[in-house]
């Protein structure tokens, strides 16, 4: 059957649908790189924006069976502003409901992150489903995470699927959890690769002072599961009925702000940097945020005696991110080098060696795999998305923008 592939980013539909014998007709991407590397994996020259193409040009969209689309996830993410189709970008699926009703393909699949279905109160995912139905389509959607085919991944999407001809003929893959448990994540890594990126040494010093934090708390003393922001250690600036921003100067002027600082004697400004990023907003502080700092401030009262000399260090890191740490491992080895890990705005993660953290687009979060000290390889990436054969950008950064903008590619 023929296909077209609209947002292709790296052509994970297309990769998926070539296997399986149908054949690419026409693509679309706005990004440029990327339309490049389409030309150069798939020998198909993409077309850019499409909202200018079906605006203008629609008829240079060709006949087709099946319309392919991982439109742009950014709006609906949890991670983002969740703005919907508010969003210029979640709008973009008014240009595929335009493409549908033009050349009526037998079918489509969309790909998105799981909570367009929740979004605005699932208001929106109703819409869109109205929208699909009215143009003649029976509709029905999975959510899928790597994992469930056996890759070591979670990275859960939702897979809308619809047809002209009904759906009577057509279901979603059953999961099988033996091939979820048996998964090998030594099938992924390369050992000692030789095209890997290092870790930089800033990154290994911090990590350096992290792990002095672990091996100072007693081993009876749990490593905490919430999110550890130091800067509350020895703070005491108020976040339960009021907030900083409320508050005068002189009335901040008697508290403590990042790890302890006095307040007193600064202005608005020189207070505003001794706090938490967090803690700089305009409004009440929501209820989980309140509770992180409570339990920070509890578990440092508890504990000052065993920490406090290498919080002094975490001090002095160079940027509030590297001052959280996310312990995802429970009660595993306290050795930060054993797992893999992920510098990100949130903290650095630590997650246990059996799933890959998700592959985004911000390259400063690539995966690191801590006992070798060094950032996955593109090899190991394209692998681990199933792209394994495609060209990447020589730039690695470029590379791994790339990857973290590919359409999951859906198993046969």
Known sequence: MRFIDLFAGLGGFHKALHELGHNCVFASELDTNLRQLYKQNWNIEAHGDIKKIVEKEIEIIPEHDILCAGFPCQPFSKAGKQLGRIDDRGNLFDEIIKILDFRKPTYFILENVPFIAKHDNEETWSVMKTELENLGYEVNHEVYSPQDFGIPQHRQRIFIVGSLNGLEHFSFKTID???????????????????????????????????????????????????????????????????????????LSKYKGNFGVSLEGMSRKEIRANLPSYARVTKKFPEWKKRYIRENRKFYEENKKHIENVVKKISTLPSQSWQKLEWNVGDSERNIYNYFLQFRASGIRIKLPNFFPSLVCTNTQKPIIGWEKRYISQKEALRLQSLEGLKLPDNDNAAFKALGNFKLKIAA
């Open 177 to 251: 959890n033996k091939k979820v448990d048996s998964i090998k994540i030594e099938k992924y890594i390369d050992k000692n690769s030789k095209t890997a990126k290092a870790l930089p040494q800033v990154n290994i010093d911090c990590l350096n002072i992290w792990q002095e934090f672990l091996e100072n708390i007693p081993e009876e003393i749990k490593i905490p599961g919430f999110p550890i922001w130091s800067m509350e250690f020895g703070a005491n600036y108020p976040f339960e009925d009021n907030y900083p921003e409320k508050m005068t100067v002189r009335e």
